[in-house]
C-alpha cells in the first residue's frame, strides 16, 4: 500500500464518522478543499461514487457503506501494528482517542490533560464531547467517559471521580411567588426546567430516592433543552426549578443564589468512569493513561 493510499483511507473514515467535510478537515489537519481533493481521487481511482453530498450533509453512498464495513476493522488492524510498533519506544507516544459526555469532558478531563501530557510529551489528546451514547468500538476511540449507570456490560470500567448528587434548585426569586415543594409529588404543580436526551431525544424523568423509596417524575414546564448549562442561567433569572449535578452549583447555593430543595430526596450515586474494550493489547497512550489515572488521588 502506498502511504498516499493510506491518507485517502483514513480520510474517507474520517469523514464519515465526523459527518462534515469541515470536521473532518479540522480532525485530520488539512484544509477541506484538500480533503476533498483526497476523496475525489479516490472515488476516480475506485470508480464508485462513495459519499453523497449535500450542502448541508455528507454520508455514504451504498458503495461507500459497504466499503466502510471492510475497510474500519482493516485500519483498526493497522493503528494496532502502529502501536505495538510504538510500544517499544522507552515513552509511549501516539494519539489517544477519548469520547465523553461534555460535563465530565469539562469537569474530570480537562484537570488532568496538563499534567498528564507534561509526564507524556510525545501523546495527542483527540477528544470529542458528546453526550450521545455512542459506540466506541465503532466510532474508533480508545475509550469512553460516561456515568456508571450507562456502561455496557462488555466494558473494561475504571473509576474517574468521586460519587456524584443531584440537586433540585431554584431561586429565592421562584420560590417567593410559587412557594417550596415538599416532596418529588410536589413538583407537578411547580414550573419544572426539563432537559432532552441527545440519543434517543426523550425527556430526562427525575430520579429521587429517600428511605428506600424511589421515584421518577415526568416533571413539566415552560422550557426543554439539551444543554445542560442553560438551566443553570435560567434557574437563576426565576424561571423555574431544575434538576442539576453539584457541582454545577454548588458555589451558587453557598452564595444564596440558588436553594437547594428536596435534600432528603437526592442521595449520591456512582460517578463518571474512563472505559475502553477488553481487549489483549492495549495502546500505548491509553496504557500510559490508566497508569496515570491510577496515581491520582482518590474521589478526585
Same mark, same amino acid.
Given at each position: 500500500?502506498? /502511504?498516499?493510499?493510506?491518507?485517502?483511507?483514513?480520510?474517507?473514515?474520517?469523514?464519515?464518522?465526523?459527518?462534515?467535510?469541515?470536521?473532518?478537515?479540522?480532525? !485530520?489537519?488539512?484544509?477541506?478543499?484538500? !480533503?476533498?481533493?483526497?476523496?475525489? /481521487?479516490?472515488?476516480?481511482?475506485?470508480?464508485?461514487?462513495?459519499?453523497?453530498?449535500?450542502?448541508?450533509?455528507?454520508?455514504?453512498?451504498?458503495?461507500?457503506?459497504?466499503?466502510?464495513?471492510?475497510? !474500519? +476493522?482493516? $485500519?483498526?488492524?493497522?493503528?494496532?501494528?502502529?502501536?505495538?510498533?510504538?510500544? $517499544?519506544?522507552?515513552?509511549?507516544?501516539?494519539?489517544?482517542?477519548?469520547?465523553?459526555?461534555?460535563?465530565?469532558?469539562?469537569?474530570?478531563?480537562?484537570?488532568?490533560?496538563? +499534567?498528564?501530557?507534561?509526564?507524556?510529551?510525545?501523546?495527542?489528546?483527540?477528544? &470529542?464531547?458528546?453526550?450521545?451514547?455512542?459506540?466506541?468500538?465503532?466510532?474508533?476511540?480508545?475509550?469512553? &467517559?460516561?456515568?456508571?449507570?450507562?456502561?455496557?456490560?462488555?466494558? *473494561?470500567?475504571?473509576?474517574?471521580?468521586?460519587?456524584?448528587?443531584?440537586? *433540585?434548585?431554584?431561586?429565592?426569586?421562584?420560590?417567593?411567588?410559587?412557594?417550596? +415543594?415538599?416532596?418529588?409529588?410536589?413538583?407537578?404543580?411547580?414550573?419544572?426546567?426539563?432537559?432532552?436526551?441527545?440519543?434517543? $431525544?426523550?425527556?430526562?424523568?427525575?430520579?429521587?430516592?429517600? /428511605?428506600?423509596?424511589? !421515584?421518577?417524575?415526568?416533571?413539566?414546564?415552560?422550557? *426543554?433543552?439539551?444543554?445542560?448549562?442553560?438551566?443553570?442561567?435560567?434557574?437563576?433569572?426565576?424561571?423555574?426549578?431544575?434538576?442539576?449535578?453539584?457541582?454545577? *452549583?454548588?458555589?451558587?447555593?453557598?452564595?444564596?443564589?440558588?436553594?437547594?430543595?428536596?435534600?432528603?430526596?437526592?442521595?449520591?450515586?456512582?460517578?463518571?468512569?474512563?472505559?475502553?474494550?477488553?481487549?489483549?493489547?492495549?495502546? +500505548?497512550?491509553?496504557?500510559?493513561?490508566?497508569?496515570?489515572?491510577?496515581?491520582?488521588?482518590?474521589?478526585?
Amino acid at each position: 500500500m502506498r /502511504g498516499s493510499d493510506y491518507a485517502e483511507l483514513r480520510a474517507f473514515a474520517a469523514i464519515v464518522e465526523h459527518g462534515s467535510f469541515v470536521r473532518a478537515a479540522a480532525h !485530520l489537519g488539512i484544509s477541506a478543499s484538500a !480533503l476533498s481533493q483526497t476523496i475525489r /481521487g479516490l472515488e476516480e481511482r475506485l470508480g464508485v461514487r462513495l459519499l453523497n453530498r449535500t450542502t448541508r450533509s455528507v454520508a455514504p453512498s451504498e458503495a461507500g457503506a459497504r466499503f466502510l464495513t471492510r475497510l !474500519l +476493522p482493516a $485500519l483498526a488492524d493497522l493503528d494496532a501494528a502502529v502501536a505495538d510498533v510504538t510500544a $517499544l519506544r522507552d515513552t509511549p507516544a501516539g494519539l489517544l482517542r477519548i469520547n465523553a459526555t461534555r460535563l465530565a469532558a469539562i469537569h474530570y478531563l480537562a484537570p488532568l490533560i496538563g +499534567p498528564f501530557l507534561e509526564a507524556y510529551p510525545d501523546i495527542t489528546f483527540d477528544i &470529542v464531547a458528546d453526550d450521545r451514547l455512542v459506540d466506541i468500538v465503532t466510532g474508533g476511540f480508545d475509550a469512553g &467517559v460516561r456515568l456508571g449507570e450507562r456502561l455496557e456490560k462488555d466494558m *473494561v470500567a475504571v473509576k474517574l471521580s468521586g460519587e456524584l448528587e443531584m440537586m *433540585v434548585v431554584a431561586a429565592p426569586s421562584y420560590l417567593e411567588r410559587f412557594g417550596t +415543594p415538599g416532596s418529588p409529588r410536589d413538583l407537578q404543580h411547580h414550573q419544572c426546567l426539563n432537559y432532552r436526551w441527545p440519543t434517543d $431525544l426523550s425527556i430526562y424523568r427525575w430520579e429521587f430516592e429517600s /428511605g428506600g423509596e424511589r !421515584l421518577e417524575a415526568a416533571v413539566e414546564g415552560p422550557l *426543554v433543552v439539551n444543554e445542560p448549562d442553560i438551566l443553570i442561567r435560567v434557574a437563576l433569572d426565576g424561571v423555574g426549578i431544575a434538576y442539576l449535578f453539584e457541582h454545577q *452549583v454548588r458555589d451558587l447555593i453557598a452564595d444564596g443564589k440558588l436553594v437547594h430543595l428536596l435534600k432528603d430526596w437526592s442521595p449520591a450515586f456512582p460517578g463518571f468512569y474512563l472505559y475502553y474494550p477488553s481487549r489483549r493489547q492495549m495502546a +500505548p497512550p491509553l496504557r500510559a493513561f490508566l497508569d496515570f489515572i491510577g496515581t491520582m488521588p482518590a474521589g478526585r
